[in-house]
């Protein structure tokens, strides 16, 4: 539970930034500490904030194929949602474009405040620390050790040692390989590369997750305690994102589903949208309606 608590301490004393949307200062909330919601259960939950929204958004590949046709879609602050449909359906592609990894033809896309396709350079960096993103085959740097490999975003963005090391062991423990950090990729097993993918993406303490097809190299068992992990952290005030087409995760875990198909974005219903004061409704067996 320390390591949980030090990720939501950290992301409350981020400093303040100006909103690339507007141009004014504003300090960004964190995501809700949920101790804290559970200590005072008479509180009445406020209305829920988008941290993601598409409008209108369309990507076109080379050649003239559609992955996102018109969609649109908003994601509240501290939620868990899976996004599925078959291979090649665009479901990469639709997080590539959350975090500035490609462009979008037609469409506007806000991600924590930030007008994603205005963006460039230094406030694109900017924006991709606010995220973390886990990928299915791990990426991790063969000849680094696994506390390295979690460290290396921070040394790159300057931190002090001092900092660094404050930040790694939290990250390590809520991912359950605190006793691996001296030992290399090839000394791991496939969920455990995944966890340490994982700890890299939570390190910097950003408020949103994005997990892209993290359990497609997974048997079963290691497919279960990768998405309990990402539970976890969705429970400490995480938004997360996942990808997949597994359907047996899907029924696993009661999480609201967005389905793409032929370009279209269709969610549950039942999914509450944000502005509503229901934290999330998971009855997934309602009818589906596009966004």
Do not use: C
């Amino acid at each position: 539970m320390d390591s949980e608590f030090l990720v939501v301490e950290s992301m409350s004393h981020s400093s303040p930034s100006v909103s690339p949307v507007s141009g004014d200062t504003q300090r960004r909330s964190p995501p809700v500490n949920a101790a804290r919601a559970v200590a005072d259960p008479a509180a009445k939950a406020p209305p829920r904030e988008a941290i993601i929204g598409l409008h209108q958004v369309t990507k076109a590949y080379p050649g003239g194929s559609l992955a996102l046709d018109g969609v649109d879609l908003s994601v509240g602050r501290g939620d868990f949602i899976f996004i599925t449909g078959p291979s090649g359906s665009g479901k990469s592609t639709l997080l590539k474009l959350l975090y500035g990894e490609e462009r979008a033809n037609a469409g506007t896309i806000t991600v924590d405040g930030y007008a994603v396709g205005e963006l460039r350079g230094d406030r694109l960096a900017e924006l991709r620390r606010r995220i973390g993103i886990v990928f299915q085959d791990y990426k991790l740097i063969p000849r680094r050790t696994v506390a390295e490999n979690v460290a290396f975003s921070l040394w790159a963005q300057g931190l002090r040692r001092a900092e660094i090391q404050r930040r790694l062991g939290p990250a390590l423990k809520m991912v359950g390989l605190p006793h691996k950090a001296n030992s290399f990729p090839d000394e791991l097993s496939g969920g455990e590369q995944q966890r340490v993918s994982i700890a890299r993406a939570i390190v910097g303490t950003p408020p949103i997750l994005l997990a892209d097809e993290p359990t497609g190299n997974l048997d079963g068992n290691n497919s279960l305690q990768v998405i309990k992990i990402l539970q976890k952290l969705n429970g400490i005030g995480i938004t997360v994102i996942v990808t997949t087409h597994d359907e047996a995760l899907l029924r696993h875990f009661a999480y609201p589903v967005v389905r793409l198909v032929n370009g279209k974005l269709f969610v549950p219903q039942s999914y509450a949208q944000p502005g509503s004061t229901d934290r999330r409704d998971r009855d997934k067996t309602s009818p589906q309606t596009r966004v």
